[in-house]
């Protein structure tokens, strides 16, 4: 007979209380477990979303933020080239990078003679095979909002430039609707035609392009999709500099390791200060603010879940002891007869409340592994804030798999609270009066 | 040349013990003075509320005088702090109670060993000395057996190998045949002073039974929280 093997005899006393009280550890630590890994689903999402939106780092004409929002092509960057040929060949920055690409950012009327409808206009100017691989930089393995069956409809089947397809751009899905064209990929001979028209910076009359609309799609975000245009660099830059030589207003990284955009910027940073480049940077969190909140509020949540799960858990536990402690007044009050010390007393409750922690905990990672691979498995779908498309329901326990260590800790360092307690006050009982119990 | 008699087991000097019950104060000992030699079988009797109880508790060293002192093997125990004293009684004392007092999730012979586990015994040296107690006391065949498989006598014969187990010099016992019928509460007795016949131990009882009281060297008979009576 050793100390552990007592505590778990003791347990196992009353089994039906210790069922319900494992069983509530249990339940407590897979629903931490749960939600620990839908927070982290979020997270993971929101930066997939944000570099998918904006890539991970962009570079822009130094006061662009201040006065580019306007008028962003009046910012253009005027070194493009160099800047790339630096970040490529810098050995910090080299490394890390997957992509560098350049974009002109451009804003106007869109107008549909056929319909007779116009509309203001956000325009990406990318390079068809670079914007290609921005927006499926997938590292996770998440499920993507375009390859849900209810989704796939609003997303486009093909690429959203193409090199050969020179005027060919795709539009966004809410200025589809409002320009009267049918959501989805658009027929080749019959594709509606478009006339962009943006006042150039260089100032004098308005320059218009025609344009044909490739397909519609989404970028999941409301406000972005009622105005989306990713249109060729080449045509953004000849709606906006007619004449003129490819100009971007900004150069997007994308980088290997989202962890790297820290040690990148700050070489960027260093890079700026040493060559004069005349730059600002700004990240994929900074640009995408609202995926910050978003997950902010849920780490919140999740706080606030522990807590009261805490809580609760600590009450239970608590009430549980207390009951075998008071059950067992005689025998407490017969062993330290014997010569067991008040310690000894805490040591033995508290070990019996390891044991439910142990018991609770681990059966707790199952169900909640369990649990989460039915969720995983089940097409689960809903709606996310601030996204205009479903996403599907998924909880990542194991990224990271501290999510597990954590709940399973959690929950037995709560029941080791939960036993210390009653422990004490057992320890202090008088041993006389606790014989004559 | 006269022998020089050894000194006491146990000295109880001028106790007094008193507990606040609401706002009455209930004198369960008042000023009791007695000597306890070494080896004695020692009974006290006396009727219910007479102090037996309290008194056997100063011995045990689980409770203190309000006043006065208890020095059992010439150790002020009044002076130790709890811990001290926790040490002091898996040393020196064992107790046999009313109610067995086993612990119900263990077996008869790790009852028996948990005293030595608490002095730090190991593992196999406890077990063959609970073993070989359980054998003293007759229960060599219901080692594996737990409390609730035994009948009242061979719990309390398990409760007297867990008492003795440890080889203290004084072992106390709280009305040990109250609640065994006669027949076991014979056997008890009997097991009990063959423990102090082979080992030398010192037993104080409490107790109402006659019988026990015929086996005494010596007995104290308790009133009111007075000795009146040896």
């Given at each position: 007979?050793?100390?552990?093997?007592?505590?778990?005899?003791?347990?196992?006393?009353?089994?039906?209380?210790?069922?319900?009280?494992?069983?509530?550890?249990?339940?407590?630590?897979?629903?931490?477990?749960?939600?620990?890994?839908?927070?982290?689903?979020?997270?993971?999402?929101?930066?997939?979303?944000?570099?998918?939106?904006?890539?991970?780092?962009?570079?822009?004409?130094?006061?662009?933020?201040?006065?580019?929002?306007?008028?962003?092509?009046?910012?253009?960057?005027?070194?493009?080239?160099?800047l790339?040929?630096?970040?490529v060949?810098d050995?910090?920055?080299?490394?890390?990078?997957?992509?560098?690409t350049?974009?002109?950012?451009?804003?106007?009327?869109?107008?549909?003679?056929a319909?007779?409808?116009?509309?203001?206009?956000?325009?990406?100017?990318?390079?068809?095979?670079?914007?290609?691989?921005?927006?499926?930089?997938?590292?996770?393995?998440?499920?993507?909002?375009?390859?849900?069956?209810?989704?796939?409809?609003?997303f486009?089947?093909?690429?959203?430039?193409?090199?050969?397809?020179?005027?060919?751009?795709?539009?966004?899905?809410?200025?589809?609707?409002?320009?009267?064209?049918?959501?989805?990929?658009?027929?080749?001979?019959?594709?509606?035609?478009?006339e962009?028209?943006?006042?150039?910076?260089?100032?004098?009359?308005?320059?218009?392009?025609s344009?044909?609309?490739?397909?519609?799609?989404?970028?999941?975000?409301?406000?972005?999709?009622?105005?989306?245009?990713?249109?060729?660099?080449?045509?953004?830059?000849e709606l906006?500099f007619p004449?003129?030589?490819?100009?971007?207003?900004?150069?997007?990284?994308?980088?290997?390791?989202?962890?790297?955009l820290?040690?990148?910027?700050?070489?960027?940073?260093?890079?700026?200060?040493?060559?004069?480049?005349?730059?600002?940077?700004?990240?994929?969190?900074?640009?995408?603010?609202?995926?910050?909140?978003s997950?902010g509020?849920?780490d919140?949540?999740?706080?606030?879940?522990?807590?009261?799960?805490?809580?609760?858990?600590?009450?239970?536990?608590?009430?549980?002891?207390?009951?075998?402690?008071?059950?067992?007044?005689?025998?407490?009050?017969?062993?330290?007869?014997?010569?067991?010390?008040?310690?000894?007393?805490?040591a033995m409750?508290?070990?019996?409340?390891?044991?439910?922690?142990?018991?609770?905990?681990?059966?707790?990672?199952?169900?909640?592994?369990?649990?989460?691979?039915?969720v995983?498995?089940?097409?689960?779908?809903?709606?996310?804030?601030?996204?205009?498309?479903q996403?599907?329901?998924?909880i990542?326990?194991?990224?990271?798999?501290?999510?597990?260590?954590?709940?399973f800790?959690?929950?037995?360092?709560?029941?080791?609270?939960?036993?210390?307690?009653?422990?004490?006050?057992?320890?202090?009982?008088?041993i006389?009066?606790?014989?004559?119990? | 040349?006269?022998?020089i008699?050894?000194?006491?087991?146990v000295?109880?000097?001028?106790?007094?013990?008193?507990?606040?019950?609401g706002?009455?104060?209930?004198?369960?000992?008042?000023?009791?003075?007695?000597?306890?030699?070494?080896?004695?079988?020692?009974?006290?009797?006396?009727?219910?509320?007479?102090?037996?109880t309290?008194?056997?508790?100063?011995?045990?060293?689980?409770?203190?005088?309000?006043?006065?002192?208890?020095?059992?093997?010439?150790?002020?125990?009044?002076?130790?702090?709890?811990?001290?004293?926790?040490?002091?009684?898996?040393?020196?004392?064992?107790?046999?109670?009313?109610?067995?007092?086993?612990?119900p999730?263990?077996?008869?012979?790790?009852?028996?060993?948990?005293?030595?586990?608490?002095?730090?015994?190991?593992?196999?040296?406890?077990?063959?000395?609970?073993l070989?107690?359980?054998?003293?006391?007759?229960?060599?065949?219901?080692?594996?057996?737990?409390?609730?498989?035994?009948?009242?006598?061979?719990?309390q014969?398990?409760?007297i190998?867990?008492?003795?187990v440890?080889?203290?010099?004084?072992?106390?016992?709280?009305?040990?045949?109250?609640?065994?019928?006669?027949?076991?509460?014979?056997?008890?007795?009997?097991?009990?002073?063959?423990?102090?016949?082979?080992?030398g131990?010192?037993f104080?009882?409490?107790?109402h039974?006659?019988?026990?009281?015929?086996?005494?060297?010596?007995?104290?008979?308790?009133?009111?929280?007075?000795l009146?009576?040896?």
């Open positions: 007979m050793n100390t552990w093997s007592l505590a778990l005899r003791n347990v196992w006393r009353n089994t039906r209380r210790t069922a319900v009280t494992v069983m509530a550890v249990a339940l407590s630590c897979a629903g931490l477990m749960l939600f620990g890994g839908y927070v982290s689903w979020a997270h993971i999402a929101g930066e997939v979303h944000a570099v998918m939106l904006s890539g991970h780092l962009q570079l822009f004409k130094e006061g662009f933020e201040e006065k580019g929002a306007g008028n962003p092509a009046a910012h253009a960057l005027p070194n493009y080239e160099e790339r040929q630096l970040l060949s050995p910090v920055i080299g490394p890390r990078i997957e992509l560098v350049g974009q002109l950012l451009v804003q106007g009327m869109v107008s549909h003679a319909t007779q409808t116009s509309s203001t206009f956000a325009g990406i100017g990318a390079l068809a095979g670079d914007i290609e691989r921005v927006i499926r930089w997938n590292p996770y393995g998440l499920t993507e909002a375009r390859d849900i069956p209810a989704n796939r409809h609003l486009a089947t093909g690429p959203e430039l193409a090199d050969e397809d020179p005027e060919g751009i795709t539009i966004g899905e809410g200025l589809a609707r409002v320009l009267g064209i049918p959501p989805g990929d658009q027929a080749g001979a019959n594709r509606p035609s478009l962009l028209m943006s006042l150039p910076p260089a100032g004098g009359l308005p320059n218009m392009v344009a044909s609309v490739r397909h519609t799609s989404i970028r999941a975000m409301e406000d972005l999709d009622n105005r989306l245009v990713v249109l060729p660099l080449a045509l953004a830059s906006m004449g003129e030589p490819l100009h971007v207003t900004s150069v997007q990284l994308l980088l290997k390791r989202t962890a790297d820290p040690a990148v910027q700050q070489r960027i940073a260093e890079l700026d200060a040493r060559h004069h480049l005349g730059i600002e940077q700004r990240n994929c969190w900074e640009m995408n603010p609202n995926n910050v909140r997950v509020m849920l919140m949540f999740f706080i606030f879940a522990f807590c009261i799960v805490a809580v609760v858990l600590v009450f239970t536990i608590y009430n549980t002891m207390m009951m075998g402690i008071v059950e067992r007044t005689r025998e407490t009050g017969a062993i330290r007869a014997m010569g067991v010390t008040r310690a000894g007393v805490i409750f508290v070990r019996e409340g390891v044991v439910i922690g142990i018991l609770g905990g681990g059966l707790g990672v199952v169900l909640g592994l369990v649990a989460a691979w039915c995983n498995s089940s097409m689960i779908l809903y709606t996310p804030p601030y996204y205009n498309v996403a599907k329901l998924e990542f326990c194991m990224r990271p798999p501290s999510i597990i260590l954590a709940s800790l959690g929950c037995f360092i709560v029941a080791v609270v939960g036993a210390f307690f009653p422990a004490r006050r057992a320890s202090r009982m008088e006389a009066e606790a014989l004559r119990h | 040349m006269p022998s008699p050894s000194p006491p087991l000295q109880v000097i001028d106790a007094h013990k008193e507990y606040v019950l706002h009455r104060t209930v004198h369960a000992l008042r000023g009791l003075s007695l000597d306890i030699p070494p080896g004695g079988f020692v009974v006290m009797q006396g009727p219910s509320g007479s102090g037996k309290t008194l056997l508790n100063l011995i045990g060293c689980i409770d203190r005088p309000t006043s006065g002192r208890v020095l059992v093997s010439g150790q002020d125990t009044g002076v130790l702090a709890d811990a001290a004293l926790s040490a002091f009684r898996a040393r020196k004392l064992g107790f046999v109670f009313q109610n067995f007092n086993l612990i999730v263990l077996t008869a012979v790790e009852n028996v060993e948990y005293p030595l586990r608490i002095l730090g015994v190991a593992a196999a040296e406890a077990r063959r000395r609970a070989a107690m359980l054998e003293e006391v007759g229960l060599a065949e219901e080692t594996g057996q737990r409390p609730a498989e035994l009948s009242g006598g061979q719990c014969r398990v409760a190998a867990r008492a003795l440890a080889r203290p010099e004084l072992v106390v016992a709280d009305e040990p045949t109250a609640n065994l019928d006669s027949e076991n509460g014979s056997m008890i007795i009997r097991t009990m002073r063959a423990m102090r016949d082979r080992a131990t010192t104080v009882i409490s107790t039974d006659p019988e026990v009281s015929a086996q005494a060297d010596q007995r104290w008979q308790l009133r009111d929280g007075h009146c009576a040896s």
